[in-house]
């Protein structure tokens, strides 16, 4: 059989724009990235890769090249617009490399859908058509995506394949690369000939409440996935959108692929397009989210039930260093209480670097500083219990400190913000969750991943400041530049209509 040639690269970035600091090109240098061949194929193997790499690999006519790429910023999702240098310095790494090892089949990108760039509208749409170009009109280029991606025609102008995954929390990672490895063989075989329709729903909804374990959100996978169980060769995206992403291709987004069959691809967007600006109302309104001092007093009368443990979710703290639900704790005089965490890369490092061990006094200022949104300082007064290294849950490492204080609390410090989600994150750092009546976690949906669906809360809560802060439910407090608010649901959109058949998109087409 003839031999398959297939690039394989990765480029992500979960970009929350109205954060002060940039992602620059050091914060994608580290011990491990930027990475090719089997370091890029052997990476995530129980993700968006690990997927495409196990199916393709089962095809022993198939070659996999592992293009020069970068992988998730150091910085994790706590860092704001990627600069322009970074992103023209690792396009250019990823073009002259699938120059020097072609010619290629087909190219799969590992993308993320929410990378926001200087001065480049549609980055991820942009990279496909320099691909395109690098590449030649034959190859077949497909790629998947976090449903929290900011996508629109754009990119399937100039890629033929897109998947993009369906659960929040984000538990169909390898499938949608097994997905995209299976389709893009399809295609380079010829039995498969990509068409595709894409439709915009003019929804802006902030993360929080696109849990997709209760409707209407759980609705509109299950409405996905009834049209790709009717019809074979269907594959249906629903990109809820992430609105800390500053750019205009931001909200939600319906885009179908079919088998050859444009009309299908067109009535199957329409279809769930409609069907979400129906539920406009519910999608917004599905997750209750207290403010923090009601939050903090439902949580003690849980744990003064004996609910426990009691889990609090910080949901809308983007850098990691809001200090919000720390005070309101201290004031409350909260006690076996674990807060996971608050980012202090000044105080961290140079406590870490002054040779702070534990059984060491703790004596300070955590917190704050970073902007509006993370609140003034706190001082804590406590001993240092433990220190290292750890990965959280987008794969970024950070240094770390627990402290114990008052009765029976401890606070875990780390450089940036750590997302925990899994109980077993915290028994890496030497911590009992268990033992803990409450633990505040900063994090919106992901969480659940570990604490709700697993069985291990009793009870959940969602909290925010009352200041319309940067990552709280009311989107309508952010300066945004780059989209006009008052063209989406709810901020001034009332009608919609997708009655109007989306454009198809050739692949060839240039993405500029």
Known sequence: MKRIRVAVLHFAHETVTFLPNDTELSDFVYEGSPCRDDALLDHDPGGYIGGFVAFAREHPQVELVGIESPLFPKTGIGSGWVTREAYEHFVARMLLDLQARGPFDGVYMALHGAMAVRGI????????????????????????????????ERFLSAADLAFCVKYYPHYDMHLQGERAAHTLLRCIRGSYRPVSACVKVPILSPTVVQWTGASPWMDLVQRALTWEARQPGVYVNVFYGFPWADTPDAGMTIQVLSNGDQDLANRIARDMADAAWRSREALLTSTPVHRIEDGVARALAEVARGQVPVVIADHSDRSGSATWVLA?????????????????????????????????????????????????????????????????????????????????????????????????????????????????????????????????????????????????????????????????????????????????????????
Not at 131 to 137: A, D, E, L, N, T
Not at 381 to 391: D, F, K
């Open 328 to 512: 309101e704790l201290l004031r409350r005089g909260a006690r076996n209480t674990l807060l996971a965490g608050i980012a202090d890369g000044e105080r961290v490092t140079a406590l870490l670097n002054g040779g702070s061990q534990p059984g060491d006094a703790f004596d300070h200022a955590i917190g704050g500083r970073v902007d509006a949104s993370a609140g003034p300082p706190v001082r804590l007064v406590g001993s240092v219990l433990a220190t290292g290294t750890a990965a959280d849950a987008t794969g970024s490492r950070a240094r770390w400190m627990s402290v114990g204080f008052g009765n029976g609390n401890v606070v875990l410090l780390s450089a940036r913000l750590m997302q925990i989600t899994e109980p077993d994150m915290l028994r890496a750092m030497g911590l009992e969750p268990e033992k803990f009546d409450l633990i505040v976690v900063k994090s919106r949906v992901h969480f659940r991943r570990g604490f709700h669906d697993s069985g291990f809360a009793r009870s959940i809560l969602l909290v925010e400041p009352a200041e319309p802060f940067l990552g709280t439910t009311r989107l309508d407090a952010l300066p945004y530049q780059h989209l006009r608010l008052a063209d989406f649901y709810p901020y001034g959109r009332e009608t919609f209509s997708a009655l109007t058949p989306p454009c198809p998109a050739p692949a060839a087409a240039s993405a500029a």
């Open 121 to 152: 509208p549609r980055p991820e749409a942009e990279l496909a058509a320099r691909v395109r170009q690098q590449v030649g009109p034959r190859a077949v280029l497909a790629a998947t995506f976090d449903p929290h991606g900011n996508e629109d």
